[in-house]
């Protein structure tokens, strides 16, 4: 007989990245037999997590309901002429980890797929001319993955800026160097990876 409680919970885990149906079930079952040390600080750090944390309203990293925009973008000391974009909120994360950048962010929140339905209008593309404009960035930096789907966002993003924001003067696009695995994305990268290929960055 299966508990749907615990079937639920299996079932919950195995939705995470790199869980699969027998880790999720290993993990269930660990924090099901120490619920006091396992299960209950984990519930109210979930909690806490959906009550907390959000998007930043500027590049959409993480941040806090009570920092919003976030610490990277009201940090006065970093590179206001240069924003990376990146795919997803956590290759933030990674892309600070190798200390080699220093200006400000711009998360698409996903990369052209025909095959998840996601096209252009589903990316923060908008949003990022939009702070182009504003924010009057010389180079745009594109920190994306080198498989096919990262390969067709940053061409539809060069060809987007190609002529923004005149054609007198368009913004300067640049990918990071030739370092990153193929098939692979920033996330996965170690930091001196990715700090060689920022510092070896070269026009898209």
Do not use: W
């Not at 149906?21 to 269930?28: F, I, K, L």
């Not at 096209?119 to 504003?134: T, V």
């Not at 993003?157 to 193929?182: C, D, M």
């Amino acid at each position: 007989m299966t508990l749907a409680p615990v079937e639920n919970l299996v079932r919950a885990l195995g939705r995470l990245p790199g869980l699969g149906r027998r880790s999720a079930g290993r993990a269930a079952l660990a924090l099901l037999r120490e619920p006091e040390r396992l299960l209950e600080p984990l519930a109210l750090a979930l909690r806490d997590a959906q009550a907390g944390v959000c998007a930043c309203a500027r590049c959409g990293a993480f941040t806090v309901r009570d920092a919003n925009p976030c610490a990277l973008c009201t940090d006065a000391t970093r590179d206001g002429a240069t924003v990376c974009v990146v795919e997803e909120a956590a290759d933030v994360v990674t892309m600070e980890a190798s200390g080699a950048f220093r200006g400000r962010y711009h998360v698409l929140a996903g990369k052209l797929s025909p095959v998840r339905h996601c096209g252009p209008e589903k990316l923060r593309i908008a949003e990022l001319k939009d702070r182009i404009a504003k924010e009057g960035f010389g180079e745009v930096l594109l920190a994306l993955s080198t498989d096919m789907e990262g390969d067709a966002t940053a061409g539809y993003i060069v060809e987007t800026l190609r002529a923004f924001p005149s054609a007198e003067s368009p913004v300067r696009v640049t990918r990071l160097a030739f370092g990153l695995p193929a098939d692979s994305g920033v996330s996965y990268s170690d930091p001196l990876t990715l700090r060689r290929a920022i510092m070896h960055r070269c026009p898209a």
